[in-house]
């Protein structure tokens, strides 16, 4: 049975929540009519529908949260749009002050196919031309070589539950570490970490700011993992 269409304007209001408050953090009805540009009102009518869609949890006064449902449409298309951007301005040259909007227009109607497609021509980025992380895929893979290995992309599965980067975390958080991203030479230097899919992890929020690294905990060892890592290394949330 094919997906039903979510409308671009939903999607715009999960992308928001999610750029706000991707680890179950309130955003604000203002945070939302500041960044949409849409009066508070309106604002608080479209929350009541998408708590009624299921996408979100509402607390009048207080703001929104995404649901397990909604934080899964948000990160598939806060992906899409990030790494779009990265397309348009490493290969089609796309001036860096036009990109956003291009890939705002792009975001919602780009296929999955054509998504890995880019991933894969890209080899697996992890920041968007404005730093911020772009989200792991849906797929059902541990690895970017798991994927790259399966050529027929109707035999693709889709994961059944949400990832955070490491470096996404906002908070104390501990998982299990379902996905890897990254090239070969990424993926051996994380192996040589003793970082493996199916591990258990472990962090205490701290700021990074000036270090730039990473403190966890994996199956009771802790270690010292650069922001990089951190960026491609992804827990079940």
Request: charged share 25%; hydrophobic share 35%.
């Amino acid at each position: 049975m094919a997906e039903a269409k979510i409308s671009e304007n939903i999607e715009e209001y999960l992308e928001v929540l999610y750029r706000n408050g991707s680890n179950g953090e309130q955003v604000s009805t203002t945070q939302l009519s500041k960044e949409l540009g849409i009066a508070p009102g309106s604002v608080t009518q479209m929350l009541k529908k998408l708590e009624d869609l299921g996408y979100i949890t509402y607390t009048p006064y207080k703001g929104a949260t995404l649901t397990d449902e909604g934080m899964q449409i948000a990160q598939k298309i806060t992906r899409k749009h990030r790494i779009l951007e990265k397309f348009l301005l490493d290969v089609l040259k796309v001036k860096e002050e036009n990109i956003h909007d291009q890939a705002c227009e792009m975001e919602h109607t780009l296929s999955d196919e054509a998504e890995r497609a880019i991933c894969t021509m890209l080899h697996h980025p992890d920041l968007c031309p404005d730093e911020n992380v772009i989200p792991a895929c849906n797929f059902d893979f541990g690895s970017c070589q798991e994927c790259f290995s399966q050529k027929d992309f109707d035999q693709v599965m889709n994961r059944k539950f949400n990832l955070l980067s490491v470096s996404e975390l906002t908070g104390d958080a501990e998982g299990t570490i379902s996905f890897i991203r990254g090239n070969s030479e990424l993926l051996d230097e994380i192996t040589d970490k003793g970082v493996k899919v199916g591990q258990h992890l472990k962090y205490e929020f701290t700021d990074n700011t000036l270090t730039n690294n990473y403190f966890v905990e994996i199956e009771g060892n802790e270690l010292n993992i650069s922001s990089e890592m951190a960026n491609n290394i992804f827990i079940r949330v």
